[in-house]
């Protein structure tokens, strides 16, 4: 059973321009978060997202960022104009959210985003 | 919303000695405590978690322990080895809602 994969793994963009990150969630999970992590520091919540829905955003920011997860196909991070503040690692975790409610996170390699 | 702090902030400890890391939370709603293992260039791993229907739980060198009342939980790792360092991370939440992580701890283990 893979786990959570993101790619890519490292990704630089210079100002202006738009990034895209890749979340495909573990076997049977239905559930994503994103996370925003700045060098040295802890975790920050963005976005969570079940298929088709965005269930909580209330730690992305308003303008330039958008998240979604469609019926087929891995969840999307988008971040349009990055600007040099952008540059942090980002994590997607996946949940199963079972019928146990069982909510336990599992987090992917994340990827590093600079930039110029 | 909820609040976790960590303590301490960094740790060494020699080779086989024990490593406590603490935690408290602020929203005594929160049922879910789990505690993360972050090496550098990875993504955090699960390494072993808590829920409020339970004081302590072990998984050989690693426990947990929690007290609702005091709202505060504790990561103990005995039998430390070289390979236990890196950063820990705790987070508290109630099902089916967004983590809260602590600032995270890099404990360093000296051989």
């Known amino acids: 059973n893979a786990g959570v994969m993101q790619n890519p793994r490292h990704l630089v963009r210079r100002r202006g321009q738009e990034a895209r990150l890749r979340c495909s969630p573990m076997k049977g999970h239905s559930h994503v978060y994103w996370y925003r992590q700045l060098p040295e520091e802890g975790l920050k919540f963005m976005v969570y997202l079940q298929k088709e829905n965005i269930i909580d955003e209330s730690g992305m920011p308003k303008e330039r960022f958008s998240a979604e997860f469609p019926k087929e196909g891995p969840s999307i991070l988008r971040i349009q104009q990055v600007v040099r503040g952008d540059s942090a690692a980002y994590f997607c975790?996946?949940?199963?959210?079972?019928?146990?409610?069982?909510?336990?996170?599992?987090f992917g390699p994340g990827t590093r985003l600079t930039v110029l | 919303g909820e609040n976790v702090e960590q303590h301490p902030s960094t740790l060494s400890v020699q080779e086989g000695d024990s490593a406590v890391i603490k935690c408290t939370y602020s929203?005594?709603?929160?049922?879910?405590f789990p505690w993360y293992k972050q090496e550098l260039g990875k993504g955090p791993q699960l390494i072993i978690d808590i829920r409020s229907n339970v004081g302590e739980k072990k998984d050989q060198r690693i426990a947990v322990t929690l007290n609702k009342t005091a709202k505060h939980f504790s990561l103990h790792i005995t039998e430390t080895q070289p390979e236990d360092s890196a950063v820990y991370f705790c987070?508290?939440?109630?099902?089916?809602?967004?983590?809260?992580f602590g600032t995270g701890t890099s404990l360093t283990v000296i051989p």
């Open positions: 975790a996946s949940s199963p959210q079972d019928i146990r409610g069982y909510d336990t996170q599992y």
């Open positions: 987070a508290a939440t109630l099902t089916g809602n967004q983590f809260y």
């Open positions: 929203d005594s709603a929160s049922n879910y």
